[in-house]
């Protein structure tokens, strides 16, 4: 199984980016999908989650109204839409497969994980 993110960057507060994980030795379309993000000195955290059929979505606080989760499960693809980005949003984010119809906000229960992409926000 491979999970690869690509769409990282750099770019200025108040600009956007669109994160895609392109999943791969999976049956794409079984599994709830997440992004999550880690910051420099700080733990891992939870971002957004799409269930397996696209139904739920779910996000973090400081990221609703400003971020969207979408999946195109024929192309074994999921997506991180990131707008009004601001300095704190910059971490390397990575995506993550889980088995299911529903994702969660905790990373233990996810089964795969792709290689983060850097996301750098500048003020």
């Known amino acids: 199984v491979q999970l690869q993110a690509s769409g990282?960057?750099?770019v200025q507060a108040g600009g956007s980016v669109r994160l895609a994980c392109l999943a791969s030795g999976l049956s794409f379309?079984?599994?709830a999908m997440g992004w999550f993000r880690q910051a420099p000195g700080k733990e891992r955290e939870f971002v957004a989650g799409i269930s397996w059929g696209s139904g739920s979505t779910y996000y973090q606080n400081?990221?609703?109204g400003?971020?969207?989760i979408s999946r195109d499960n024929a192309k074994n693809?999921?997506?991180l839409q990131m707008n009004s980005l601001k300095p704190e949003d910059t971490a390397i984010y990575y995506c993550a497969a889980r088995w299911g119809t529903v994702g969660t906000t905790s990373d233990h229960t996810y089964d795969y994980w792709g290689q983060g992409t850097q996301v750098t926000v500048s003020s």
């Open 8 to 10: 990282g960057g750099l």
């Open 77 to 79: 693809t999921v997506y």
């Open 62 to 64: 400081s990221v609703k």
């Open 29 to 31: 379309s079984t599994y």
């Open 66 to 68: 400003r971020f969207t």
